[in-house]
């Protein structure tokens, strides 16, 4: 039987577990998924030892930019990011590294947007927004990345004027905040200057309707969670498992 799983850590909550298992049994597939609660990166080296079976793996926080240096090679796509969520093993047992995060994100996104989305904020600068932004390139959206220790050419939570938010309609949550079980949580975005024209979109899949959302909601701006996001990046995942 093939196995398959999921490497991160504090990783009970997972989507992918659930969504693989379900999936496997609906389709009549003999496979399995484990998630690999990982302390600390170098574990990876057990988990392929102890796991002679396994043939593809998918990547979470913390471990997206991590996990490169132990992949004997990256795809064009995930070289460019700088991020990796899938990992397929090949045949010879080498790993190759692949993002499907910025598909699942590019695709979900597409029938939100309007003419006036020209212009996004990336809240957080993880493995995560390097995909966001690959994506966000690929539509001819310009971005600017907001951070807790901005560097150069990005802003801080502070620097989010009335006008930042006026003029950047697309606004990307990629951080953890306001995930389960800290659901009261949102990034400290203005949220008092967001219009019906604001399309917030926040990476978070649970609770479904973050404190983010709910804010945004308040002023009337579309909101969108991380769902069916993590629904498609996973079956790319899977596509690119069975090539």
Not at 69 to 81: G, Q, T, W, Y
Not at 195 to 207: A, R, T
Not at 215 to 220: F, G, M, Q
Request: aromatic share 10%; glycine share 4%; proline share 5%.
């Amino acid at each position: 039987m093939k196995t398959f799983g999921l490497i991160g850590r504090n990783i009970s909550y997972s989507f992918s577990k659930a969504y693989f298992s379900q999936k496997f049994k609906a389709e009549n597939i003999e496979a399995e998924y484990l998630n690999f609660d990982l302390q600390s990166i170098d574990q990876i080296h057990n988990i392929l030892k102890e796991t002679p079976q396994l043939s593809g793996l998918n990547v979470t926080i913390p471990y997206k930019e991590e996990i490169i240096p132990f992949l004997s090679k990256l795809d064009s796509v995930a070289k460019e990011i700088l991020a990796v969520n899938t990992i397929k093993i090949e045949t010879d047992g080498s790993l190759t590294g692949y993002n499907t995060d910025y598909f699942g994100f590019q695709e979900s996104l597409k029938p939100h947007l309007q003419a006036y989305h020209k212009k996004a904020l990336i809240l957080g600068t993880g493995g995560a927004s390097k995909a966001i932004a690959y994506a966000l390139r690929n539509l001819k959206i310009s971005y600017t990345f907001v951070s807790r220790n901005p560097e150069k050419d990005q802003l801080s939570y502070t620097q989010l004027s009335k006008e930042v938010i006026n003029e950047n309609h697309l606004i990307i949550n990629c951080t953890p905040l306001g995930t389960y079980p800290n659901i009261e949580n949102f990034p400290p975005i203005p949220v008092e200057f967001l219009s019906p024209k604001h399309l917030i979109y926040d990476l978070i899949y649970n609770p479904e309707i973050t404190q983010l959302m709910k804010l945004a909601l308040n002023a009337n701006a579309k909101v969108i969670n991380g769902k069916k996001m993590l629904q498609l990046q996973a079956e790319k995942a899977w596509e690119i498992w069975n090539r």
